[in-house]
């Protein structure tokens, strides 16, 4: 009796590991969601504005060219031309790292990804919501989508907004878009890594087979058995 209720409870702790509620993967269905609906914003937004998009310079805030230094002005007028010449080459800069992604192909990249994780993303969504088993699958391809296209388009861009930063910026955060390459990898390796852990979750200990602890083997009687010239005589 002592060892059949030690097997119950062992079946019983496997059970309620295996019972994991739903809405760990539908949380994360949902959040999949939403990226793809930024994903889609971001898509026709591109198509719209371009690469240049909506920025400080729009709506024509673009700074006027300074003209030559003030060499008999006030100290007021030289201080504000210095002021402007800034400005303005920090617009040119701006502008010279617009016209270099513009032709370095970063928007149809972009675009060409952002199809692809659509297209992937929807049935895991799907997937992940209902807890089948296929959600590995799409989870780990929607991962390496987002990990191929965002080191493909920082691979593409780093140079070029390291020497904006370099030239408009005088270097100090250079760094940070000449390491974006390995950096932007970090969102596609998450999303592979909670895909492995989820479908653990719900999948995993469900297929193994049984250990040799719940294998029913018959096992033969001991009682009446020769032991022969081993056994001790009392």
Partial sequence: MAEKSTDIVIQ??????????????????IFLGIMLLFTVANFFYLEIFGINGINHYSFGNEPKDPGEYPTNGTEDEQRKYNYSLSEWEDYQYYMEMMD?????????????????AILVGVPAVAMFWTQNEKMLH??????????????WKAY?????????MEGAGGGDYAWIAKTSVITSSMCGIFYIALTIVLYNMY????DLPESGFHLNVDTPPTEGLNHGDNDIQH
């Fill in 156 to 164: 593409l861009s780093s140079e070029i907004v390291a020497k904006f």
């Fill in 12 to 29: 019983m702790d496997i059970n309620s590991i295996n019972d994991h509620s739903p809405w760990w993967a539908r949380i994360f269905a």
């Fill in 203 to 206: 999948h995993s200990l469900h």
């Fill in 100 to 116: 270099d992604l513009e032709d370095s192909y970063v928007t149809e990249v972009s675009q060409i990804f952002a199809v692809l």
């Fill in 138 to 151: 799409f989870g780990i391809a929607f991962g390496a989508i987002s990990i191929i296209g965002e080191v």
